[in-house]
């Protein structure tokens, strides 16, 4: 399984990105896929995350009602779609895939996955946002 992440850039303040992330290989309905960020001097925080079914979200508190993710099954892509960004929201960018068995489907909770949970990583994407 390989994820290719597009996407980032350089926008103002207040501007709109979109990063889409591509599955390749593996059964897309089998995966957990989430975002994860990292600004420099700093832990990787976990963004956001779509289930396996895609009817599941989850976001970080500080970018709720700003980040959407969609998940498109024809393309075996996630997209994260950010708006009103910020500087804080400066960091690289990384999707990443966590293959849940169908057994674990029912006690598995978005909120706390941890990139130590992912079992395959995107490279990632610079997203900078100038004040």
């Known amino acids: 399984v390989q994820l290719q992440a597009s996407g980032g850039g350089l926008v103002q303040a207040g501007g709109s990105l979109t990063l889409s992330c591509e599955v390749v290989g593996g059964t897309f309905g089998d995966y957990t896929v989430g975002w994860f960020r990292q600004a420099p001097g700093k832990e990787r925080e976990y963004v956001g995350a779509a289930s396996w079914s895609g009817y599941t979200l989850y976001f970080l508190e500080s970018v709720k009602g700003r980040f959407t993710i969609s998940r498109d099954i024809s393309k075996h892509a996630v997209t994260l779609k950010m708006r009103a960004l910020t500087a804080e929201d400066t960091a690289v960018y990384y999707c990443?895939?966590?293959?849940?068995?169908?057994?674990?489907?029912?006690?598995?909770?978005?909120?706390?996955?941890?990139?130590?949970?992912?079992?395959?990583w995107g490279k990632g994407t610079q997203v900078t946002v100038s004040s």
């Open positions: 990443a895939a966590d293959f849940v068995p169908v057994p674990d489907r029912p006690q598995y909770a978005l909120r706390r996955v941890t990139p130590q949970d992912m079992d395959y």
